[in-house]
């Protein structure tokens, strides 16, 4: 069965600065992706960034990026320069490529961007 | 504007009672989901359709069914055979369900069974 697991339940960094939020996973599997999702205080989820497994490098998107540690299992993500509007629960998820469809979620964070 | 709508945003029902939520979307994808989500925790599958007229259990289907008759249209019933149907449910789509096909999620509905 796959697992992810995400050790920070709470999380708080001052606007501005630079915050890491950490997640791990466990698959026998060796083709899957990996996705940090949003949802902010109004519950509408939005896929923040993917990695996939087979690409050795760190995906980014603008302020987001990741660090992913495959043999260790281990895909946290970074948030430079943090905004108010960043104050959200994110979930680390990730899906098997032969389960298309079926995405297995951690149980968040909930992270507050104080000004 | 394309999207994905649920209705009814909060929906009260008394125990023992069937009750369907509404999924619809416009963006002219195949693929749609289903998904619960207790306080605290993260999202649960339900259900999922790959295709018109097909869909899969997800990890807790037990006390749920689905239709996909039309390809915009996923709604979800809750039974009375849920135990504990309190929670709120998102409903998503994407292109394909593929991973590399990003999943557009609705504004979801909040489901308190009295």
Not at chain 1, 9 to 26: G, H, I, K, N
Not at chain 1, 65 to 94: E, H, P, R, W
Request: glycine share 6%; net charge neutral; aromatic share 12%.
């Amino acid at each position: 069965a796959q697992t992810v697991t995400q050790s920070q339940p709470e999380m708080s960094v001052q606007e501005a600065e630079t915050v890491t939020l950490s997640c791990t996973y466990d698959t026998s599997e060796n083709n899957y992706y990996l996705f940090w999702y949003k949802q902010p205080p109004s519950r509408q989820m939005i896929l923040v960034i993917r990695q996939e497994a087979y690409k050795q490098q760190n995906a980014t998107e603008n302020r987001f990026s990741v660090n992913f540690q495959k043999a260790a299992k281990s895909f946290s993500l970074k948030i430079s320069d943090s905004q108010l509007g960043d104050t959200a629960m994110y979930f680390c998820a990730f899906m098997i490529e032969v389960n298309a469809g079926k995405s297995t979620f951690g149980d968040g964070t909930t992270l507050t961007v104080k000004p | 504007d394309g999207g994905i709508t649920q209705s009814p945003k909060y929906l009260f029902r008394k125990e023992g009672q069937n009750v369907t939520l509404s999924c619809e979307q416009n963006l002219n994808h195949d693929a749609m989901y289903w998904y619960r989500q207790d306080p605290g925790q993260g999202l649960r599958l339900i259900y999922y359709s790959q295709i018109v007229n097909d869909f899969q259990k997800g990890d807790i289907a037990e006390g749920y069914s689905v239709s996909r008759e039309k390809k915009e249209s996923f709604p979800l019933t809750v039974t009375s055979a849920q135990k504990n149907p309190t929670a709120f449910y998102l409903c998503a789509s994407s292109i394909g369900a593929g991973p590399y096909n990003e999943q557009f999620f609705g504004p979801g509905t909040r489901l308190t069974v009295l």
